[in-house]
């Protein structure tokens, strides 16, 4: 009897550690799966290859880990980058100083997701619903400014910035960096941060307490608008044109990592590192499959895969910590 | 268990009611949750609140903590009209509550879930994490609230000790009105009788006290008066010295309709 509690109780530590890390643990099965099926993985200009197709989805899903925290969603975000993207492209084409285009452009972004989450949040429709119709506008939007043609020839002084180097250290994962650390700051250090946490994890309790749920829901809007934004900046100038395709699926690839790494997906906590850890994910499987030749379709169908992968993981983790407190409490 | 000994109200005692509800109805859809209920609370009292499930017990208290907005009718606080059209509202006056399902945020630990709303801030922006610590300590113990991993996600606590958390924030503030929906519904008997001592020292440093229970000894060991719901309507208020275990259970069933109108506020 007693040894089979105190089986249980270390399978339940196992269990525990490897839920926790669960992220850190699928990048290096994932890494050693590719190392040993392709021998090109494992090289540092590879490695850096994926490091630098990352940065964009990861600058999105930093700040969209803030949304799925305070149990809010936002398919919106990959179509407001392409927007984004080509009204910041239309600007500089026109002669617009490269930092007043970029002012512009953050600020139309921001606005446009604060838009969307008092839409949500004023007439209590859900999320989801909301931001599949906003992305439908961004889309159409960008198709009637580019004329379905993209953006090209930015100058080299603005294309800098997704393509130049500070020091050894590439410019766009500078800009991540500092998204990163920002966000970190704000999800775990501040009074907005904390507030949506709250929300996520209990809205009608959040309430009670007197938080300003609604204003916090936009705020969060508002942040994941902003990210994408700053997205839609680097993207932009890492290919010095605005592909009227830009952003698009990439709330998907957003969702994935956040999820995958360890954001719930119904909300109450946010894990930004995690994020990092799960774009890397989203990240080497596209490369793996890139590396092996596989067919671009099959892509597809593995992005999606590795979604329902993510949400499954989640769903799993979270029953297991219920069953757990469960025995907990009976064994009170 | 002691009690805040800063903030605590200083409310005159002038045989006036803090709180007066005066034809308050609430609707939701078609339900009639409340009808024209009044209802008066007095300083240093306590007041017990019972009835049948869906009479509307959690429904008038959240009138008064600012949870719902009435459809009709009027409260006064302290004589002056109030409209506590949010729970900042409630909170500013001085009313903290228990809420029956407790409000709190399973994914938060301790410290988050006491100052909820409240939080201590350094440079405006930040939460003072070290003040909220330190001042949860000293809550927790002043309380004699046992937890003993603050940093843990409150979903991880006995439902004892969430009830004791729950109630711990409402009464660490020094508020002139602590209302308690079922304060003990998930307790045993020690954690219990110091949920019931813990309301009676309240009651001795002025607090009045709103508390809603289905457990008749409770009611009877630490009520001054008793106000009987039963579909939405108040139908009987009694002194408890007036009144019998008894004559309430009629009184919540039905099977004794409420004749002495008299006898209400
Ligand atoms: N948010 C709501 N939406 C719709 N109906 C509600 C809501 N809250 C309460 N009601 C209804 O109002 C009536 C009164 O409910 P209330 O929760 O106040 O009862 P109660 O006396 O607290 O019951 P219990 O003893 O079970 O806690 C019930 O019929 C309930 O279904
Ligand atoms: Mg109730």
């Known amino acids: 009897m007693r040894s089979k509690e105190g089986q249980a109780q270390l399978k339940d530590a196992v269990y525990r550690v490897v839920l926790r890390n669960k992220v850190a643990v699928i990048v290096i099965f994932l890494g050693l799966i590719l190392n040993f099926v392709t021998p090109l993985f494992l090289t540092s200009t590879n490695l850096f290859n994926v490091l630098r197709q990352i940065t964009t989805t990861a600058i999105l899903s930093v700040g969209f880990t803030l949304v799925l925290g305070a149990r809010e969603i936002d398919l919106s975000v990959g179509a407001l980058l392409g927007l984004v993207g080509v009204i910041l492209a239309k600007l500089l084409v026109a002669g617009v100083p490269i930092w007043l285009a970029i002012a512009i452009g953050l600020a139309f972004g921001t606005v446009c997701g604060m838009a969307g989450g008092i839409i949500i949040t004023l007439f209590e429709i859900p999320a989801f619903i909301v931001t599949l119709a906003t992305a439908q506008v961004y889309r159409g939007a960008n198709y009637l400014i580019t004329g379905m043609a993209p953006v090209t020839k930015l100058s080299e002084s603005f294309a800098f910035i997704g393509q130049g180097y500070l020091g050894p250290i590439p410019i766009p994962v500078c800009i991540l960096a500092v998204v990163f650390v920002i966000v970190v700051v704000v999800v775990n250090k501040t009074l907005f941060g904390r507030h949506a946490i709250a929300v996520g994890g209990n809205i009608e309790a959040a309430r009670l307490c007197g938080i300003k749920v609604m204003r916090v829901r936009v705020g969060v809007y508002a942040v994941a608008a902003l990210c994408a934004s700053i997205g839609a900046v680097v993207m932009t100038a890492r290919a010095a044109s605005a592909q009227i395709g830009a952003g698009q699926g990439m709330e998907m690839d957003a969702i994935t990592a956040v999820v995958i790494g360890g954001t719930p997906l119904y909300g109450g906590n946010a894990n930004v590192i995690g994020t990092l850890f799960g774009c890397m994910i989203v990240g080497m499987v596209n490369n793996g499959l890139n590396l092996l030749g596989i067919d671009s379709n099959w892509q597809v169908v593995a992005k999606g895969l590795l979604i329902l992968f993510a949400v499954l993981s989640d769903v799993l983790t979270t029953r297991f910590y219920e069953n757990v407190r469960r025995r907990q409490t009976l064994a009170e | ?265």
């Not at chain 2, 017990?57 to 302290?78: C, M, N, V, W």
């Not at chain 2, 996600?153 to 602590?178: D, K």
């Not at chain 2, 020292?201 to 039963?230: C, E, P, T, W, Y």
């Not at chain 2, 408890?240 to 259970?249: A, F, G, L, Q, W």
């Open chain 2, 1 to 265: 268990m002691e009690l805040p000994a800063s903030g605590t109200a200083q409310t005159i005692d002038d045989g006036k009611p803090i709180l007066e509800l005066h034809k308050i109805c609430k609707y939701f859809g078609g339900v009639h949750a409340l009808e024209d209920v009044d209802l008066a609370l007095y300083p240093n009292e306590v007041l017990a609140i019972v009835g049948d499930n869906g009479a509307g017990k959690s429904t008038l208290i959240k009138t008064i903590s600012g949870a719902h907005r009435p459809d009709s009718g009027e409260i006064y606080f302290q004589g002056r009209k109030v409209e506590i059209s949010n729970p900042r509202v409630a909170r500013q006056l001085g009313i903290e509550t228990v809420y029956q399902d407790l409000a709190l945020v399973n994914t938060l630990d301790v410290p988050e879930n006491i100052f909820l709303g409240r939080t201590p801030t350094r440079l405006r922006w930040f939460v003072d994490k070290k003040k909220m610590f330190a001042q949860t300590r000293e809550i927790l113990e002043r309380l004699n609230i046992k937890i003993p991993f603050l940093r843990d996600p409150v979903q991880n606590m006995s439902g004892g000790q969430r009830q004791a958390l729950a109630l711990g924030r409402a009464v660490a503030w020094g508020g002139r009105i602590v209302i308690l929906d079922e304060p003990t519904a998930a307790l045993g008997v020690r954690e219990k009788s110091n949920v019931l001592t813990l309301i009676k020292q309240l009651k001795a440093h002025g607090v009045a006290i709103v508390v809603i229970s289905h457990n008749m000894r409770d009611v009877f060991d630490v009520s001054d008066r008793i106000v009987v719901l039963r579909g939405g309507k108040n139908v009987a208020s009694r002194p408890k010295e007036e009144t019998s275990m008894d004559e309430i259970v009629k009184l919540i069933t039905g099977a004794l309709e409420s004749v002495d109108i008299a006898h209400q506020d």
